[in-house]
């Protein structure tokens, strides 16, 4: 877009000439590979911002990007908003959200948009915005938290600055996951043919590089921690290519102006003192070992799914409906049969259509 | 006067009178039409055109404007795109039952300034009101008729493989301004709606005749909206260059915090042309002489292929298709 | 997940918020999750909060690297 005043500090990343020059690159070297690299972008903010900028359009046709299970909207079982919804209809729970939820739908086919006009469901923008709301809404007031390690420090910063202000009403429904175990379920399929991950940029600011060693140890993977200016994502996949050329295995740090080797020792400390890990269920796929965060035992007070002894998550999909090999990056949304007929963002059959940030939305948006 | 209004007021006995004597007309009557009866004498051309929208907005007042400033301008718009000029307005309220009399005086100063402004006069117009917790407030019904000025087409069918899409100004700001004033958003606070009339930037087109081929104000769904409703169906696409659309640093900047496309968010002061490319650099300038025109730009062109779809040039120089904006406006942290 | 950009501090406030500039109005984002930071800093915000301060060392080693592809001169 053009803009009136400079933009600082990201005009370089959307530079044309440097994009191009990178492209240049990217084909000389998967030329010289002359195979196929799959290449899985673990986040769903790479999967809507390489297609977002036309990325795809400028990769060799041996340079495929698959997209990956990071969206954690899509990973949330379906029985969590079924819950979500009779927090506000059997417990008098005001529900407070990130706007990410809200048209999800429920295994029951309901969603949390019904309920915004009554003021049942509220949308906040930030959990900064939680004690206060907390203080003024009669009741108890359950924030949805979920998200990955770039959003879990974030969530806690806002309920721990409640609980400062003694808002006792204010309760937390986790569904946070994380992102390496994620990594090592999917690697220990070892039908993935992944040749690296395009690592998440702003995940990793908060888990630092040296959270993925485990790849450097045990994997035939490497990984690029990448950002996502249109420049970083070329620069991310030109060194994933460089590292195959190289037949290296290894996790570089390509967002090193954001990314620290220890992560961000604040939010990581947070992070311990409200929360253990558990094997989460992940929508489609099942419990995965130590991938999820729940608060500890001392807060349950404040644990929403404690407090009113809600159910583990059902976990349906609808027939027909891929997702669950969509996000693991066994399927691309085009050999789905509901794809863009039945299911479009409209009216979405799973997760990965109606969330801002799922592959199905993305690919049906922007044109795979 | 009440300080609140009450069901009495729409049920067409005293109160209601009361409400149109002392509140209603004397905001909006005119010296050209003193009396706002049920059914008012309007002179015409032979060549009409009419509209009407009805306007829910929320919140009913934001930065730049209210439901009353847009019940004329959204109407005035409506005509001016189909290429009339806007004459008269009919205004239908819908008020909910406690809705401030205060602001309901402050909805009705915004039409009689808004009306001043685009030359309209009301003449004619309704109001009921609805129990409370059966209405967001205040609704408007706006009807608008006026006469034709441009006699072309403006249907997509006459599009040829070449011509230029023109934006008339920056975009994405009315949307992003409701959006953040509706959520309490605490992104841009210098942002404001660019709710305006259209008719004179409009007119400025009206004499390029046959090469002016389509014209359409950007409202909901935005620019992404209009130019898929442009090629639907068509054996053209459309090709935009991201690095020639004019928005503001703040809106874009908005946009980006709340994860929002400046191009699928609602316009109330821009519209989208279609011109024949050598009347392309004329349309701008034309445009860009009228202070509401400044930022004008030609942001790409009708093109073979893709027929029916619309594409952009990233400023990357990738390139990626602008879809139908779907669902709901929502800020986003993913 | 990981929606973020960077904002530059224009001031900082006693009760552990920032005032981050955004185009031509200031947005406040809370700190409190950075060990340190100053005014002029850049930091990236995702949903409200700060969750690091860019590096402006990397960030001018990343422009030479610009400047080197820009001039043809490989890396």
New interface residues.
């Given amino acids: 877009?053009?803009?009136?005043?400079e933009?600082?500090?990201?005009d370089?990343y959307?530079?044309?000439?440097?994009?191009?020059?990178?492209?240049e690159e990217i084909v000389e070297l998967s030329g010289k590979l002359a195979r196929q690299v799959r290449f899985m972008e673990v986040?769903?903010?790479?999967t809507v911002a390489l297609?977002?900028?036309?990325?795809?359009?400028?990769l060799p046709p041996n340079v495929k990007l698959i997209s990956g299970p990071?969206?954690?909207?899509c990973v949330t079982p379906s029985g969590y908003i079924d819950n979500a919804i009779r927090l506000i209809e059997e417990f008098d729970c005001t529900v407070v959200s990130?706007?990410?939820m809200?048209?999800v739908p429920g295994a029951g086919g309901g969603t949390l948009?019904g309920y915004l006009g009554s003021g049942r469901v509220r949308?906040v923008?930030?959990?900064?915005?939680l004690s206060a709301l907390a203080g003024v809404i009669k009741g108890p007031v359950v924030f949805l938290a979920i998200?990955?390690e770039?959003?879990v420090?974030?969530v806690l910063?806002g309920f721990k600055k409640a609980l400062a202000d003694n808002r006792k009403n204010l309760l937390l429904y986790t569904a946070f996951k994380t992102v390496p175990a994620a990594l090592e379920f999917l690697l220990a399929d070892k039908s993935h043919r992944l040749d690296g991950f395009l690592l998440?940029?702003?995940?990793s600011?908060?888990i630092g590089r040296l959270a993925y060693a485990f790849l450097e140890e045990n994997e035939n993977v490497s990984g690029v921690i990448t950002g996502?200016e249109?420049?970083d994502m070329?620069v991310g996949i030109k060194s994933l290519l460089q590292l195959v050329s190289n037949h290296e295995t290894r996790v570089t740090n390509e967002y090193?102006?954001?990314?620290?080797d220890a992560g961000?020792?604040?939010?990581r400390a947070?992070m311990d003192e409200f929360l253990e890990p558990y094997a989460a269920r992940w929508r489609s796929i099942g419990n995965i070992e130590n991938s999820g965060l729940r608060l500890l035992p001392r807060f349950s007070d404040f644990d929403a799914a404690a407090v009113f002894g809600l159910k583990d998550e059902m976990d349906t999909d609808a027939p027909g409906c891929l997702c669950g090999s969509v996000i693991q990056g066994k399927v691309v949304p085009s050999e789905c049969g509901l794809f863009g007929t039945v299911c479009?963002?409209?009216r979405p059959v799973g997760p990965c259509m109606?969330?801002?940030?799922g592959t199905c939305a993305a690919y049906?948006?922007?044109?795979a | 006067m009440d300080k609140h209004i009450r069901l009495e007021h729409g049920s067409g006995g005293v109160l209601s009178r009361e409400l149109v004597e002392q509140i209603i007309y004397p905001a909006l009557k005119n010296a050209a039409y003193p009396a706002l009866k049920d059914g008012t004498d309007v002179s015409c051309s032979p060549s009409m055109c009419m509209t009407t929208d009805t306007y829910v907005v929320d919140p009913i007042f934001f930065p730049g404007g209210d439901i009353g400033k847009l019940a004329v301008f959204g109407t005035c718009n409506d005509l001016a795109v189909s290429g009339a000029r806007p004459q008269y307005i009919s205004l239908g309220f819908i008020i909910e039952e406690g809705f401030p009399v205060a602001d309901l005086s402050r909805v009705l100063s915004s039409i009689a300034e808004a009306a001043g402004e685009a030359g309209v006069a009301v003449v004619t117009g309704d109001t009921k009101v609805v129990g409370a917790g059966k209405g967001g407030g205040i609704y408007i019904n706006s009807a608008g008729i006026g006469e034709k000025c441009f006699s072309g087409d403006l249907d997509p069918a006459g599009l040829h493989i070449g011509d230029a899409v023109v934006l008339s100004g920056p975009v994405g700001a009315h949307g992003i301004t409701v959006l953040g004033a509706r959520e309490g958003l605490p992104v841009g606070k210098s942002l404001v709606s660019d709710c305006a009339n259209l008719f004179p930037l409009c007119n400025e087109l009206f004499p390029f005749g046959a090469s002016l081929k389509f014209l359409r104000d950007a409202t909901r769904g935005g620019v992404a909206a209009v130019l898929n409703e442009i090629v639907a169906g068509l054996s053209v696409g459309i090709l935009i260059r991201e690095s020639d659309i004019p928005v503001s640093p703040d809106v874009e900047a908005a946009a980006d915090i709340l994860g929002l496309n400046a191009l699928e968010v609602a316009n109330e002061g821009v519209f989208v042309a279609v011109v024949s490319g050598d009347a392309a650099d004329s349309a701008i300038s034309k445009l860009a002489g009228h202070p509401a025109g400044k930022e004008a730009s030609v942001i790409g062109t009708i093109v073979a292929d893709p027929a029916g779809k619309v594409f952009l040039e990233t400023r990357i120089g990738g390139k990626r298709m602008i879809d139908l904006p779907r669902g709901l406006l929502l800020p986003r942290i993913c | 997940m990981c929606l973020a950009v960077p904002l530059q501090i224009e001031s900082i406030n006693p009760d552990g918020t920032a005032s981050v500039k955004q185009a031509n109005s200031l947005l406040e984002v809370d700190i409190s999750l950075l060990k340190n930071a100053s005014i002029g800093d850049y930091v990236i915000v995702h949903a409200g909060y700060a969750i690091e301060v860019l590096e402006t060392d990397e960030a001018e080693v990343r422009l030479d690297m610009f400047d080197a592809l820009e001039s043809g001169n490989g890396n």
């Avoid at chain 1, 297609?51 to 400028?58: A, D, K, N, Q, V």
């Avoid at chain 1, 998440?200 to 995940?203: E, L, R, S, T, Y």
């Avoid at chain 1, 961000?264 to 939010?267: D, H, K, Q, W």
């Avoid at chain 1, 049906?364 to 044109?367: H, P, R």
């Fill in positions: 877009m053009r803009l009136k005043a933009m600082g500090i990201n370089r959307h530079d044309r000439d440097i994009a191009q020059r990178l492209v986040c769903g903010t790479h297609r977002r900028h036309g990325i795809h359009s400028l990071g969206c954690p909207v990130f706007g990410d809200v048209k948009a949308i923008y930030s959990p900064s915005e998200g990955f770039t959003t420090p974030v910063a998440p940029g702003h995940v600011v908060i996502f249109p420049v070329l090193k102006r954001a990314v620290r961000n020792p604040t939010a947070i479009t963002p409209d109606v969330s801002s940030e049906l948006k922007y044109g």
